[in-house]
């Protein structure tokens, strides 16, 4: 009986064309989110742009705030989110609002998801 050993260049080979495989499919989900990343950019850019009120509370926005823990800083709000079926790339699903308004509102909508 004769066996075939394999040699470690052959186990190398086998593992660089199994890791090639898995480097494409991350390099094109790379590029897929680096496209929803940029399309989302340019919505919250117009966003800011034609909106200068809160879409919950109907006051005015001080787009000026900067940083991501002011309260009433502005965000995007998706009445809609990505979670509940919504489209995060939707012009129509995208609105400004404070951070603390936006907060409210999605916990709001998590309490109404916890009672289904």
């Known amino acids: 009986m004769t066996t075939l050993a394999r040699t470690s260049s052959q186990d190398t080979?086998?593992?660089a064309r199994q890791n090639q495989g898995r480097s494409g499919r991350k390099?094109?989900?790379a590029a897929q989110q680096r496209r929803a990343t940029q399309q989302?950019?340019?919505l919250e850019v117009q966003v800011l742009a034609e909106e200068t009120e809160c879409w919950r509370c109907?006051?005015?926005v001080d787009q000026s705030i900067q940083g991501s823990t002011h309260p009433?800083?502005?965000v995007i709000l998706h009445p809609k989110p990505a979670w509940a079926g919504g489209n995060a790339l939707d012009r129509t699903n995208a609105h400004l609002a404070?951070?603390?308004?936006?907060?409210a509102y999605c916990?709001?909508?998590r309490a109404q998801q916890r009672t289904r």
């Open 107 to 109: 916990e709001q909508l």
């Open 58 to 60: 109907g006051g005015p």
């Open 98 to 103: 404070h951070r603390r308004c936006k907060a």
């Open 72 to 74: 009433w800083g502005p």
């Open 13 to 15: 080979a086998d593992q």
């Open 40 to 42: 989302q950019r340019r």
């Open 27 to 29: 390099t094109a989900e």
